[in-house]
């Protein structure tokens, strides 16, 4: 029928089916009340009109998956041979040590101070664009500078 396998709908939909037959109508409505704010349904926003809907694939293994493999080559491809590879390890060391100091406190991360895939422009993975931010703060600041 067309649909790849690989993104999830061909699942997703025979997942659907399957809750539509086994669940009475309380049970569905309950369901639906329950799932409201998850996906988007007091924006009024539905279906491929709703912000995160990318190809129904958003928050599943394969998504996250890629996500995190673009990231890894954005690095990749920003990281000068030139750069300080043992000055770079250090931030990633001083993280490890300072997360198992005060794992139950405060957990850090190593944020690029100029994001890798900034919409304007785009920093290099080299050490003087690195520094240690706690995990919410670095959260919060997403891929702005």
């Known amino acids: 029928d067309g649909?790849?396998?690989s993104c999830g709908c061909l699942r997703r939909e025979k997942t659907i089916e399957r809750n539509k037959e086994g669940n009475s109508e309380e049970t569905?409505?309950?369901?639906?009340?329950?799932?409201?704010?998850?996906?988007?349904w007091m924006l009024g926003v539905k279906g491929k009109n709703h912000p995160g809907?990318?190809?129904?694939?958003?928050?599943?293994?394969g998504y996250n998956c890629a996500q995190a493999m673009?990231?890894?080559?954005a690095k990749l491809q920003q990281t000068l041979p030139w750069a300080d590879q043992d000055a770079i390890l250090l931030y990633y060391v001083w993280r490890d040590i300072w997360n198992m100091i005060l794992s139950p406190y405060l957990v850090f991360e190593v944020d690029h101070i100029i994001p890798l895939q900034g919409e304007n422009v785009r920093g290099l993975h080299v050490e003087n664009n690195l520094q240690l931010l706690p995990l919410g703060k670095n959260r919060s600041k997403g891929n702005r500078i």
């Open 3 to 5: 649909k790849s396998k």
């Open 28 to 40: 569905r409505q309950k369901i639906s009340v329950a799932n409201k704010g998850r996906v988007g």
């Open 53 to 61: 809907y990318k190809h129904g694939l958003v928050g599943t293994k």
């Open 70 to 73: 673009k990231h890894k080559a």
